[in-house]
């Protein structure tokens, strides 16, 4: 690839990889989110290769307009975002080999896709992008306790969803697992069905409860009674949006890790499968294949008081790594 072009990769958009989503969510739940917040999933072409990275907007404690373009190499602020009439324009500026170099977005979004152009003194780039697919409300884990009298009884519920945005669910006990159905969320509240077997035979029992952002509090009612139950959620310490420094010999870097409610996540614009979390440590593992080879990169490290600290190590070395937990205006994990 030409010097030009690899000037060109690197303005937009550092070092970029394929972005790979978790869960779709449902075509109803798109439809609500209008407008320029969130995610954006953009596309562009350098000759016959496409790359792809995020763009996430939002708003500061004032009402402006912020963005971030977010890659596997890292995440650069956006500077004069502008969205006014559909039409949305932006500067952001990259550093490359000692470079610094100025490029300009001016396009539009229309019926839930950015199109437009990146010019700078390298020439113009075309920009295509829709907006990324969230996992739906509803979908995580609780650990549960149950209360039927003087007895507790626990559990641990999993709540999943398809392609489609379909919820479905899991109870797992020292009994075993089990299927729950008709799992239904709306407006914070989750609904749904489980038949236990006993000595006398199967009784099934239906869950109306209401989420919070890391509890789960409701009722479980059978011909026999109704029993209270309150749940705690698996890994709310971690869950959320992380804005991280990262620091190494090769200087300094932004970057952002997303973790979901079914402990997924992306670190950047590289798809994370799982999480691990133990107490207060947390640590993940991934690999990337360029051509013919693979690069693995792995972070270890730890929560306390609200602060995410620890290493990623990857063939090229170690880097420190500490970050904070970006607060949403409507922050909620369920």
């Not at 490029?103 to 839930?112: H, L, N, P, R, V």
């Not at 693995?296 to 063939?315: H, M, Q, R, W």
């Amino acid at each position: 690839m030409e010097r030009k072009t690899l000037l060109m990769v690197a303005l937009v958009c550092s070092l970029v990889v394929p972005l790979i989503l978790p869960v779709q969510a449902s075509a109803q739940s798109q439809s609500r989110r209008g407008g320029l917040y969130g995610d954006w999933q953009i596309k562009m072409k350098f000759g016959e290769r496409e790359f792809e990275s995020i763009l996430a907007f939002s708003r500061n404690q004032e009402g402006q307009y912020t963005g971030q373009w977010i890659s596997f190499w890292g995440m650069n602020e956006l500077k004069d975002v502008k969205f006014e009439d559909n039409k949305l324009s932006f500067t952001q500026v990259t550093r490359f080999g000692g470079e610094e170099r100025t490029s300009k977005f001016t396009g539009a979004i229309e019926q839930g896709e950015i199109t437009g152009l990146m010019m700078s003194d390298q020439g113009e780039t075309e920009i295509k992008g829709k907006r990324a697919p969230r996992i739906p409300r509803g979908v995580g884990s609780w650990e549960m306790k149950i209360k039927a009298g003087e007895r507790e009884y626990t559990g641990t519920l999993t709540i999943t969803a398809d392609k489609e945005g379909n919820l479905s669910g899991m109870w797992k006990s020292s009994r075993g697992e089990s299927k729950v159905s008709d799992v239904k969320y709306e407006d914070r509240k989750l609904t749904f069905k489980r038949v236990i077997q006993r000595d006398d035979g199967q009784m099934e029992m239906a869950f109306e409860g209401t989420l919070g952002n890391t509890s789960l509090e409701g009722v479980f009612k059978s011909d026999r009674g109704e029993s209270a139950a309150t749940g705690t959620r698996v890994g709310a310490s971690v869950i959320g949006t992380w804005n991280l420094d990262i620091e190494s010999e090769r200087g300094a870097r932004k970057q952002r890790l997303r973790v979901n409610s079914d402990m997924s996540a992306l670190y950047g614009s590289t798809l994370i499968k799982k999480i691990n979390l133990d107490g207060d440590k947390v640590s993940f593992k991934y690999v990337m294949k360029f051509g013919d080879q693979e690069f693995e990169t792995s972070f270890e490290g730890k929560i306390a008081d609200s602060k995410l600290t620890g290493e990623v190590k990857t063939s090229r070395g170690t880097s420190k790594v500490t970050g904070t937990r970006r607060e949403s205006r409507r922050r909620s994990t369920g």
